[in-house]
Protein backbone atom coordinates (compact mmCIF):
# COMPACT_ATOMS: atom_id res chain seq x y z
CA UNK A 1 0.00 0.00 0.00
CA UNK A 2 1.68 2.95 -1.00
CA UNK A 3 0.06 5.19 2.08
CA UNK A 4 1.44 8.31 2.57
CA UNK A 5 1.65 11.72 5.09
CA UNK A 6 -0.50 13.33 2.40
CA UNK A 7 -3.37 10.46 1.93
CA UNK A 8 -3.39 10.53 6.53
CA UNK A 9 -3.75 14.22 6.35
CA UNK A 10 -6.31 14.47 3.55
CA UNK A 11 -8.93 11.20 5.03
CA UNK A 12 -8.41 12.82 8.91
CA UNK A 13 -9.53 16.51 7.17
CA UNK A 14 -12.49 14.81 5.21
CA UNK A 15 -12.93 12.62 8.53
CA UNK A 16 -13.57 16.35 10.43
CA UNK A 17 -15.43 18.39 8.07
CA UNK A 18 -17.15 15.73 6.28
CA UNK A 19 -16.97 18.17 3.10
CA UNK A 20 -14.93 17.42 0.15
CA UNK A 21 -14.55 21.29 -0.70
CA UNK A 22 -13.62 22.41 3.30
CA UNK A 23 -11.66 19.59 3.81
CA UNK A 24 -9.62 20.21 0.68
CA UNK A 25 -8.77 23.75 1.16
CA UNK A 26 -7.20 22.83 4.97
CA UNK A 27 -4.99 20.52 2.18
CA UNK A 28 -4.55 23.14 0.04
CA UNK A 29 -5.34 20.98 -2.87
CA UNK A 30 -8.14 21.51 -5.63
CA UNK A 31 -11.42 19.64 -5.26
CA UNK A 32 -10.47 16.92 -8.08
CA UNK A 33 -6.44 16.77 -6.69
CA UNK A 34 -8.62 15.49 -3.33
CA UNK A 35 -11.59 13.64 -4.10
CA UNK A 36 -8.67 11.23 -6.54
CA UNK A 37 -6.51 11.54 -2.89
CA UNK A 38 -9.28 9.99 -1.27
CA UNK A 39 -10.26 7.48 -3.98
CA UNK A 40 -6.65 6.31 -4.43
CA UNK A 41 -6.34 5.78 -0.46
CA UNK A 42 -10.01 3.18 -0.76
CA UNK A 43 -8.52 1.63 -3.72
CA UNK A 44 -5.40 0.88 -2.10
CA UNK A 45 -7.02 -0.20 0.86
CA UNK A 46 -9.56 -2.40 -0.92
CA UNK A 47 -12.21 -0.36 1.19
CA UNK A 48 -14.82 2.35 1.04
CA UNK A 49 -13.75 4.71 3.91
CA UNK A 50 -16.58 7.37 3.27
CA UNK A 51 -20.67 7.38 2.37
CA UNK A 52 -20.81 9.69 -0.32
CA UNK A 53 -24.59 11.33 -0.56
CA UNK A 54 -25.31 15.04 -2.50
CA UNK A 55 -25.90 16.39 1.28
CA UNK A 56 -23.30 14.55 3.49
CA UNK A 57 -19.93 12.64 3.88
CA UNK A 58 -20.02 9.80 6.48
CA UNK A 59 -17.62 7.32 7.75
CA UNK A 60 -18.13 4.06 6.86
CA UNK A 61 -17.48 1.10 9.31
CA UNK A 62 -14.18 0.45 8.26
CA UNK A 63 -13.19 4.18 7.88
CA UNK A 64 -14.01 5.04 11.58
CA UNK A 65 -11.68 1.84 12.31
CA UNK A 66 -9.12 3.30 10.48
CA UNK A 67 -9.40 6.88 11.62
CA UNK A 68 -7.75 6.28 14.95
CA UNK A 69 -4.81 4.33 13.71
CA UNK A 70 -4.41 7.21 10.83
CA UNK A 71 -4.49 10.04 13.59
CA UNK A 72 -1.57 8.15 15.76
CA UNK A 73 0.26 7.49 12.63
CA UNK A 74 0.17 10.89 11.60
CA UNK A 75 1.45 12.54 15.13
CA UNK A 76 4.12 9.95 15.62
CA UNK A 77 5.05 11.12 11.93
CA UNK A 78 4.59 14.86 12.82
CA UNK A 79 6.34 13.94 16.21
CA UNK A 80 9.28 12.32 14.62
CA UNK A 81 9.64 14.90 12.19
CA UNK A 82 9.97 17.75 14.64
CA UNK A 83 12.21 16.45 16.88
CA UNK A 84 14.46 15.75 13.37
CA UNK A 85 13.85 19.51 12.84
CA UNK A 86 14.89 20.63 16.24
CA UNK A 87 18.14 18.65 16.07
CA UNK A 88 18.88 20.14 12.80
CA UNK A 89 18.12 23.30 13.80
CA UNK A 90 19.98 23.08 17.08
CA UNK A 91 16.87 23.45 19.32
CA UNK A 92 17.80 20.08 20.92
CA UNK A 93 20.37 17.35 20.65
CA UNK A 94 23.80 16.06 22.37
CA UNK A 95 27.69 16.36 22.10
CA UNK A 96 30.18 14.41 23.60
CA UNK A 97 34.34 15.35 23.30
CA UNK A 98 37.03 14.01 25.14
CA UNK A 99 40.35 16.03 25.93
CA UNK A 100 43.47 15.78 27.68
CA UNK A 101 43.18 17.12 31.01
CA UNK A 102 44.83 20.23 30.46
CA UNK A 103 42.69 21.30 27.38
CA UNK A 104 39.74 19.96 29.56
CA UNK A 105 40.66 22.68 31.68
CA UNK A 106 42.13 25.37 29.55
CA UNK A 107 41.10 25.80 26.39
CA UNK A 108 37.91 23.86 26.11
CA UNK A 109 35.52 25.42 28.99
CA UNK A 110 35.49 28.71 27.04
CA UNK A 111 34.59 27.12 23.58
CA UNK A 112 31.62 25.18 25.01
CA UNK A 113 30.79 28.21 27.29
CA UNK A 114 30.67 30.14 23.90
CA UNK A 115 28.73 27.00 22.40
CA UNK A 116 26.14 26.78 25.41
CA UNK A 117 25.66 30.14 24.83
CA UNK A 118 24.77 29.93 21.15
CA UNK A 119 22.73 26.82 21.23
CA UNK A 120 21.34 26.50 25.00
CA UNK A 121 18.99 23.37 23.68
CA UNK A 122 22.27 21.20 23.22
CA UNK A 123 23.77 18.98 25.65
CA UNK A 124 27.12 18.62 26.28
CA UNK A 125 29.44 15.90 27.95
CA UNK A 126 32.94 16.03 28.57
CA UNK A 127 35.40 13.12 28.99
CA UNK A 128 38.81 14.18 30.52
CA UNK A 129 41.09 11.96 30.40
CA UNK A 130 44.72 10.76 28.99
CA UNK A 131 45.34 10.10 24.95
CA UNK A 132 44.36 6.93 25.13
CA UNK A 133 41.29 7.12 27.02
CA UNK A 134 40.31 9.81 24.57
CA UNK A 135 41.17 7.82 21.45
CA UNK A 136 39.12 4.64 22.84
CA UNK A 137 36.23 6.59 23.31
CA UNK A 138 36.25 7.97 19.88
CA UNK A 139 36.44 4.21 18.86
CA UNK A 140 33.67 3.14 20.99
CA UNK A 141 31.75 5.70 19.81
CA UNK A 142 30.77 7.50 23.38
CA UNK A 143 32.21 10.62 21.94
CA UNK A 144 31.81 12.44 18.94
CA UNK A 145 35.45 13.50 18.56
CA UNK A 146 38.27 14.22 20.94
CA UNK A 147 41.32 16.68 21.12
CA UNK A 148 44.60 13.80 22.20
CA UNK A 149 47.74 13.45 21.59
CA UNK A 150 47.81 10.84 18.85
CA UNK A 151 49.85 9.73 15.90
CA UNK A 152 48.44 10.62 12.41
CA UNK A 153 48.12 6.64 11.65
CA UNK A 154 45.07 5.21 13.82
CA UNK A 155 43.13 2.48 12.30
CA UNK A 156 39.32 3.70 11.55
CA UNK A 157 39.90 7.36 13.01
CA UNK A 158 40.66 10.13 11.27
CA UNK A 159 43.35 12.82 12.37
CA UNK A 160 43.96 16.34 12.19
CA UNK A 161 46.64 18.67 13.79
CA UNK A 162 45.11 21.53 15.78
CA UNK A 163 48.23 22.50 17.09
CA UNK A 164 51.43 22.41 18.01
CA UNK A 165 52.50 22.79 22.18
CA UNK A 166 56.38 23.75 23.04
CA UNK A 167 57.26 22.66 26.71
CA UNK A 168 58.36 25.32 29.22
CA UNK A 169 60.56 24.84 32.80
CA UNK A 170 58.64 25.57 35.70
CA UNK A 171 60.50 26.60 38.86
CA UNK A 172 60.48 28.39 42.31
CA UNK A 173 61.38 31.95 42.25
CA UNK A 174 64.19 31.01 44.59
CA UNK A 175 65.45 28.63 42.29
CA UNK A 176 68.98 29.16 40.23
CA UNK A 177 67.26 28.58 36.97
CA UNK A 178 64.79 31.20 37.33
CA UNK A 179 67.82 33.64 36.97
CA UNK A 180 68.33 31.95 32.90
CA UNK A 181 67.27 33.57 30.17
CA UNK A 182 66.94 29.61 28.41
CA UNK A 183 67.47 26.40 30.41
CA UNK A 184 69.05 23.89 28.22
CA UNK A 185 68.59 19.81 28.69
CA UNK A 186 71.52 19.84 30.86
CA UNK A 187 71.02 22.41 32.99
CA UNK A 188 67.87 20.05 34.01
CA UNK A 189 69.85 17.47 35.14
CA UNK A 190 70.85 18.38 39.01
CA UNK A 191 68.22 19.34 40.49
CA UNK A 192 64.82 17.47 42.02
CA UNK A 193 62.23 16.77 39.50
CA UNK A 194 58.50 17.04 39.76
CA UNK A 195 57.28 14.03 37.11
CA UNK A 196 53.77 13.75 35.77
CA UNK A 197 52.83 9.62 35.91
CA UNK A 198 54.20 7.59 33.24
CA UNK A 199 51.30 7.50 31.32
CA UNK A 200 50.84 11.15 30.34
CA UNK A 201 51.14 12.25 26.81
CA UNK A 202 53.59 14.96 28.72
CA UNK A 203 56.11 12.27 30.22
CA UNK A 204 56.11 10.34 27.42
CA UNK A 205 56.82 13.58 24.83
CA UNK A 206 59.87 14.78 27.65
CA UNK A 207 61.63 11.26 28.14
CA UNK A 208 61.47 10.51 24.36
CA UNK A 209 63.06 14.03 23.44
CA UNK A 210 65.75 13.87 26.84
CA UNK A 211 66.78 10.49 26.37
CA UNK A 212 69.10 9.45 27.43
CA UNK A 213 69.48 12.12 29.87
CA UNK A 214 67.99 10.81 32.97
CA UNK A 215 66.77 13.81 35.42
CA UNK A 216 66.64 13.06 39.30
CA UNK A 217 63.06 11.98 40.29
CA UNK A 218 61.80 14.24 43.78
CA UNK A 219 58.17 12.96 42.91
CA UNK A 220 56.08 11.61 40.69
CA UNK A 221 52.32 12.89 40.27
CA UNK A 222 49.25 12.28 38.19
CA UNK A 223 47.75 16.01 37.92
CA UNK A 224 49.01 19.07 36.90
CA UNK A 225 47.07 20.68 39.67
CA UNK A 226 49.61 18.80 42.33
CA UNK A 227 53.03 19.21 40.24
CA UNK A 228 52.25 23.16 40.46
CA UNK A 229 51.16 23.29 44.05
CA UNK A 230 54.80 21.11 44.47
CA UNK A 231 57.00 23.51 42.38
CA UNK A 232 55.51 26.24 44.36
CA UNK A 233 56.63 25.30 47.45
CA UNK A 234 60.53 24.92 45.70
CA UNK A 235 60.38 20.80 46.31
CA UNK A 236 61.49 20.16 42.36
CA UNK A 237 61.26 21.50 39.00
CA UNK A 238 59.55 20.26 36.08
CA UNK A 239 58.75 20.87 32.32
CA UNK A 240 55.35 21.38 30.84
CA UNK A 241 53.40 22.18 27.87
CA UNK A 242 52.25 25.85 26.59
CA UNK A 243 48.83 24.41 26.95
CA UNK A 244 48.97 23.43 30.60
CA UNK A 245 50.93 26.44 31.79
CA UNK A 246 47.67 27.92 32.64
CA UNK A 247 47.69 25.98 36.11
CA UNK A 248 51.03 27.34 36.99
CA UNK A 249 49.96 30.80 37.12
CA UNK A 250 51.04 30.86 41.03
CA UNK A 251 52.83 33.87 42.27
CA UNK A 252 56.13 31.79 43.33
CA UNK A 253 56.34 30.18 39.67
CA UNK A 254 58.81 31.28 37.03
CA UNK A 255 58.14 30.28 33.74
CA UNK A 256 61.74 29.88 31.21
CA UNK A 257 61.46 28.25 27.75
CA UNK A 258 63.31 25.28 27.61
CA UNK A 259 65.92 24.94 24.25
CA UNK A 260 65.43 21.79 22.94
CA UNK A 261 63.41 22.09 19.56
CA UNK A 262 62.83 17.96 19.46
CA UNK A 263 60.45 18.44 22.40
CA UNK A 264 57.18 19.08 20.87
CA UNK A 265 53.63 17.81 21.68
CA UNK A 266 50.63 17.68 18.78
CA UNK A 267 47.43 17.82 19.42
CA UNK A 268 45.17 16.22 17.08
CA UNK A 269 41.39 16.36 16.75
CA UNK A 270 40.51 12.42 16.58
CA UNK A 271 37.34 11.53 14.91
CA UNK A 272 35.28 8.94 13.31
CA UNK A 273 36.86 8.34 9.59
CA UNK A 274 33.88 8.43 6.61
CA UNK A 275 31.45 9.16 9.01
CA UNK A 276 30.39 12.67 8.80
CA UNK A 277 29.53 14.33 11.98
CA UNK A 278 25.78 15.24 13.60
CA UNK A 279 25.09 18.90 13.18
CA UNK A 280 25.16 19.92 16.56
CA UNK A 281 28.97 17.82 17.01
CA UNK A 282 29.62 20.01 13.16
CA UNK A 283 28.94 23.16 14.74
CA UNK A 284 31.52 22.47 17.86
CA UNK A 285 33.91 21.22 15.55
CA UNK A 286 34.36 24.41 13.62
CA UNK A 287 33.98 26.23 17.05
CA UNK A 288 37.04 24.52 18.03
CA UNK A 289 39.28 24.63 14.69
CA UNK A 290 38.45 28.58 15.02
CA UNK A 291 39.46 28.80 18.80
CA UNK A 292 42.98 26.73 17.84
CA UNK A 293 43.14 28.57 14.77
CA UNK A 294 43.60 32.09 16.93
CA UNK A 295 46.23 31.17 18.97
Do not use: W
Amino acid sequence: MNLSVKHLRAFLALARLSNFTRAAETCYLSQSAFSALIQGLEEDAGARFFDRSTRRVELTAEGRLFEQSAARLLADFESAYTELRDHVDLRKGRVAVAALPSLAAGTLPKVLAAFHARFPGIEIQLFDGLSDTCIALVQSARVDFALASAGSALAGLQTELLCSDTFHVVCHASHPLAQADTVLPADLAPYPFIHLARSTSIRQHLEQALHPLRLVGMMEVEHLATAAALVAQGLGISVIPALALFQFQLPDIVVKPLDLPGLVRHIHLVRPEGRSPSVAAGELLEMVRASFSAR
